[in-house]
């Protein structure tokens, strides 16, 4: 696995995180206006709020690689946290070097020296790929998803 540096999101991630973010959502067929992906930044950034991002990135810290947005919030049956990882992204390029491995262990990292309870999260069941990945490193769970969208 080559050297891939994962860190919290930096103002100065903003442009980077943009391009990769708005591919993301494009590619799950969503749109998104300026200001909802600036109020997301916002989010990411503020010390405060439930919505966070990691970035990956090469050795040298100059390209990010890829990003991992996550929701830590309290849970029912236990007084521990858990955490939702929301969104994870590496750039095309980079599929297959590790850079989604490494933030998902960062994540257990932190959520290990945290207290989480869990980390967990969802996917299509036809991305192949990435539950290739996911198959080794979680375990897959009976659970099935239900949506109501509100307008």
Same mark, same amino acid.
């Given at each position: 696995?080559?050297?891939?540096? =994962?860190?919290?999101?930096?103002?100065?991630?903003?442009?980077?995180?943009?391009?990769?973010?708005?591919? *993301?959502?494009?590619?799950?067929?969503?749109?998104?206006?300026?200001?909802? =992906?600036?109020?997301?930044?916002? #989010?990411?950034?503020?010390?405060?709020?439930?919505?966070?991002?990691?970035?990956?990135?090469?050795?040298?810290?100059?390209?990010?690689?890829?990003?991992?947005?996550?929701?830590?919030?309290?849970?029912?049956?236990?007084?521990?946290?858990?955490?939702?990882?929301?969104?994870?992204? =590496?750039?095309?390029?980079?599929?297959?070097?590790?850079?989604? #491995?490494?933030?998902?262990?960062?994540?257990?990292?932190?959520?290990?020296?945290?207290?989480?309870?869990?980390?967990?999260?969802?996917?299509?069941?036809? *991305?192949?790929?990435?539950?290739?990945?996911?198959?080794?490193?979680?375990?897959?769970?009976?659970?099935? #998803?239900?949506?109501?969208?509100?307008?």
């Amino acid at each position: 696995m080559p050297a891939i540096i =994962v860190r919290d999101a930096a103002p100065a991630d903003r442009s980077a995180w943009g391009g990769m973010w708005a591919a *993301n959502y494009t590619y799950h067929g969503a749109t998104m206006g300026e200001a909802e =992906v600036d109020e997301l930044w916002r #989010r990411v950034l503020h010390p405060d709020h439930p919505v966070c991002a990691l970035v990956s990135a090469a050795a040298d810290d100059r390209d990010l690689l890829g990003f991992a947005h996550y929701v830590v919030h309290p849970h029912t049956f236990t007084s521990r946290t858990v955490c939702y990882l929301e969104d994870l992204w =590496v750039e095309p390029a980079a599929r297959g070097t590790g850079v989604g #491995r490494r933030l998902i262990e960062a994540l257990v990292d932190r959520g290990r020296a945290l207290g989480w309870r869990r980390l967990y999260w969802h996917t299509e069941t036809d *991305n192949e790929a990435a539950r290739r990945l996911y198959d080794r490193v979680a375990k897959l769970t009976d659970y099935v #998803r239900y949506d109501v969208d509100l307008p």
